[in-house]
């Protein structure tokens, strides 16, 4: 049986996402998320940080449509994207879950070809999509050719080639190295900028929540509550130096302490 979508919100609203008393309890009887409400406006970048099981990647399916909730309403902004004949939503997952048999390219395909999209009309897609993840001569590479890194960004084309107005992001930099996690932020916020879609992000790090966000929502342990919430107000475009500033810093301790309470009854805390 198919799960419900999503409501729609008023297109002359300026919200992308709204969340109006969520709950979200499994069929085993775990109680996973809420009584949660939560907005995102247009074109903000928002973090949902918290201890595991706590209901975030949770949340970002009920968004997604891809679960429904056991109570409240989830609504989301569609109808400016239903126009244009592209995807209201782009889901980026923790793994790459790429076809190893594919280019690149091919793998980048997938959603448009799912929705039947003309091939010329793909083709520019795709040739698109591959250039905002500096990815562009890699098209006609397989998956074991390329780093981790180059494989999380071929996930990110394939959710941007719909031209997505919000995009979905469930711990995608999790098993990177510092390094390579560092420079996709980067380009991330880049890509934020230039093209000014709504990111709702889920990360377990304090200091990728504290870099990339406008806003940093601070989740409870499960079943999963807003305990706090954090609007980063630092200076734009950000880079480097702000890495190792007093501010970054201050907003980093913030917080580490607003999450303290939900990892203190954890095992192992």
């Known amino acids: 049986?198919?799960?419900?979508?999503?409501?729609?919100?008023?297109?002359?609203?300026?919200?992308?996402?709204?969340?109006?008393?969520?709950?979200?309890?499994?069929?085993?009887?775990?109680?996973?998320?809420?009584?949660?409400?939560?907005?995102?406006?247009?074109?903000?970048f928002v973090t949902l940080v918290g201890p595991s099981g706590c209901g975030k990647s949770t949340a970002l399916r009920l968004i997604a449509g891809l679960a429904a909730p056991t109570a409240g309403t989830v609504s989301v902004s569609h109808l400016a994207a239903e126009v244009r004949g592209h995807h209201s939503i782009g889901f980026v997952f923790q793994e790459p879950t790429l076809m190893p048999w594919a280019s690149v390219r091919d793998n980048v395909r997938l959603p448009l070809k799912l929705a039947h999209a003309p091939t010329s009309e793909a083709d520019a897609r795709i040739d698109e999509a591959l250039v905002q993840v500096g990815l562009a001569e890699f098209a006609h590479a397989y998956p074991r050719e390329l780093s981790g890194g180059m494989k999380m960004r071929v996930s990110l084309a394939r959710a941007l080639v719909t031209d997505p107005d919000i995009l979905l992001m469930d711990e995608p930099f999790a098993a990177l190295d510092e390094i390579t996690r560092f420079r996709l932020n980067n380009d991330l916020l880049a890509l934020w900028r230039k093209l000014h879609k709504t990111v709702i992000f889920v990360t377990h790090s304090v200091f990728e929540s504290v870099y990339l966000s406008q806003r940093v929502i601070v989740m409870t342990a499960r079943p999963g509550r807003i305990g706090a919430e954090f609007r980063i107000s630092a200076t734009e475009p950000r880079s480097e130096e702000f890495r190792t500033s007093a501010e970054y810093a201050g907003f980093c301790r913030q917080v580490s302490n607003a999450l303290a309470p939900a990892y203190a009854g954890q095992a192992g805390a």
């Open 1 to 44: 049986m198919a799960e419900p979508a999503p409501s729609e919100l008023d297109a002359g609203s300026s919200l992308a996402v709204s969340l109006r008393g969520v709950t979200k309890v499994y069929d085993s009887g775990v109680a996973a998320l809420g009584p949660l409400d939560l907005e995102v406006n247009r074109g903000e």
